[in-house]
């Protein structure tokens, strides 16, 4: 192809010469030589194209007439370029790959930069006065620019992602990181990521699980143990907005069925989950003699003598039915 071209090692040679007529190409100025070095370069037919690639495929074109040059790194012209000297076989410029859809580990967008001063910021038009913390009051503000209500499955996703240790209280170290972690740092960001985490925990199993095991650490008051009965039905409604299993709705009425169960401790909430995913909407395939805590056993058997109640009472029915259809005899 002629020694001009020797700086292009990374293109593929072609099968046959590139030459087709005998008068080889005349030196090319030393700084064309010099930027072929450190870029990489394509032609044509008409034109010779030097593409810088450190400042983002900004390139420089040089023509059979002389330079026109589109980058300011590239300061050089050809002595000549002889016309039909190059035949009309190209190599494409190497597109510039966007940087603006990255991903992070948990399927969130990543936005190019995000500013702890402005997190920081945030976080003080939230706190309270008197506390290095957002208590109920700036929650409620925060909740109120997000256009959320306090009680939403949204709120409890945003405590979630910043992995706030208490209900009604976000601290400043929490915030921060939370925020980090969601790659954003403004009220539109959080509105934008709140929906596309709701959407993964729709089909992801274990986030899901994360957040479920969270709930229950996040009802709790200090130095409780035990989640109070009525919390634990508000909050097994809540976080079950996605995912929500069919058995659900006949749990808590049994709860609400059963005053004397004053308290949900951690492992019965933990295990409620693997149990109504096991059972789905068949009490019938309950196996008793599996380790599953004893409220599970009282919850079936509450529910079988619930059924055997309604045969009983359709069997009655029934039976007074028949009888009126009886004819009487004289």
């Not at 071209?5 to 046959?16: D, E, K, L």
């Not at 090319?28 to 044509?44: G, H, L, M, P, R």
């Not at 402005?118 to 409620?140: H, M, V, W």
């Not at 409604?237 to 069919?246: A, C, I, Q, S, W």
Request: with cysteine.
């Amino acid at each position: 192809m002629g020694k001009c071209f020797s700086c292009v090692t990374s293109q593929p040679q072609p099968a046959q010469s590139e030459i087709v007529e005998s008068d080889p190409l005349e030196k090319i100025n030393e700084e064309v030589a010099d930027a072929c070095i450190n870029n990489v370069v394509t032609y044509s037919e008409s034109s010779l194209i030097a593409v810088d690639t450190q400042s983002n495929g900004h390139s420089c074109m040089i023509n059979n007439g002389g330079m026109a040059a589109s980058n300011d790194n590239f300061h050089f012209q050809r002595d000549k370029f002889p016309s039909g000297s190059i035949r009309s076989t190209f190599y494409p410029r190497i597109p510039v790959i966007s940087r603006n859809n990255t991903l992070s580990n948990d399927g969130l967008k990543k936005e190019k930069t995000v500013s702890e001063a402005k997190i920081n910021n945030l976080f003080d038009s939230y706190r309270d006065p008197a506390e290095e913390q957002i208590l109920t009051e700036g929650i409620e503000r925060l909740c109120s620019d997000l256009h959320l209500s306090p009680d939403e499955f949204k709120v409890l996703v945003l405590a979630w992602k910043l992995d706030a240790q208490q209900m009604c209280r976000f601290t400043r170290e929490e915030f921060v990181n939370g925020l980090k972690s969601l790659h954003t740092d403004s009220i539109r960001g959080i509105q934008v990521k709140l929906p596309e985490i709701v959407n993964i925990l729709a089909q992801d199993a274990e986030q899901f699980k994360s957040l479920y095991r969270f709930t229950f650490k996040f009802g709790l008051d200090a130095n409780q143990r035990i989640l109070p009965s009525d919390m634990a039905i508000c909050l097994w409604k809540l976080v079950f907005t996605v995912r929500e299993p069919p058995i659900l709705s006949r749990w808590l009425t049994f709860l609400e069925c059963h005053p004397h169960i004053r308290g949900i401790p951690r492992d019965t909430w933990n295990m409620f989950l693997n149990f109504a995913e096991s059972i789905g909407n068949d009490l019938s395939t309950y196996d008793d003699t599996e380790a599953w805590p004893s409220i599970f056993d009282d919850f079936v058997e509450f529910e079988n003598d619930k059924t055997n109640q309604n045969v009983s009472i359709i069997n009655a029915k029934d039976s007074v039915c028949n009888s009126d259809m009886i004819p009487m005899t004289e």
